[in-house]
């Protein structure tokens, strides 16, 4: 007896009623899916995660000083080498300061760059650029290659919290 070949079909909803049925192989979804297990998803993997743009009170830096600073995290299992990567203020120059190389962030870790403008590229890291509470004001993540992976407008809601 032949077998015949397992077939998956994916059913779409349109927004503006019906549907459309796309049916793939067997070994087109087991590829897919096997790509999605082993492929992260590296522009989400390390994001922007805290912005003080107002430090008076949280985390003193090496200095003794209460400057603003960011925080990164990382949202995977596996520590992410970030050497390379680059922070800035601004979306249209997100080049402005990179991470030493050989920085990474631990499995489910944070890293704090205080944004100081003092430009240290050893630990606790200053970049070379201030922020401040400004409606134009941005944290940017790019990786090494200069790809904006996340970006935190300030916004009138957001920029006057003080330790957000």
């Not at 949280?58 to 603003?68: I, L, S, T």
């Not at 760059?113 to 400004?134: D, L, R």
């Amino acid at each position: 007896m032949k077998r015949r070949p397992v077939r998956y079909t994916l059913l779409l909803a349109r927004s503006g009623g019906g549907s459309r049925a796309l049916t793939f192989p067997g070994w087109a979804v087991g590829l897919f899916l096997a790509f999605l297990a082993l492929t992260p998803c590296l522009n989400a993997q390390v994001v922007v995660n805290e912005v003080c743009a107002s430090n008076l009170t949280v985390n003193a830096d090496n200095f003794g000083e209460y400057e603003d600073w960011i925080e990164l995290y990382n949202s995977t299992g596996a520590a992410v080498n970030i050497g390379g990567w680059w922070l800035s203020d601004d979306p249209s120059d997100p080049q402005k300061w990179a991470f030493p190389a050989g920085t990474s962030i631990p499995g489910n870790g944070h890293v704090l760059v205080y944004c100081s403008g003092e430009n240290t590229t050893a630990a606790p890291f200053h970049s070379s650029f201030k922020i401040s509470q400004t409606d134009q004001e941005h944290a940017v993540l790019s990786n090494a290659g200069g790809t904006i992976v996340d970006d935190f407008g300030f916004t009138l809601a957001n920029r006057c919290q003080v330790d957000h």
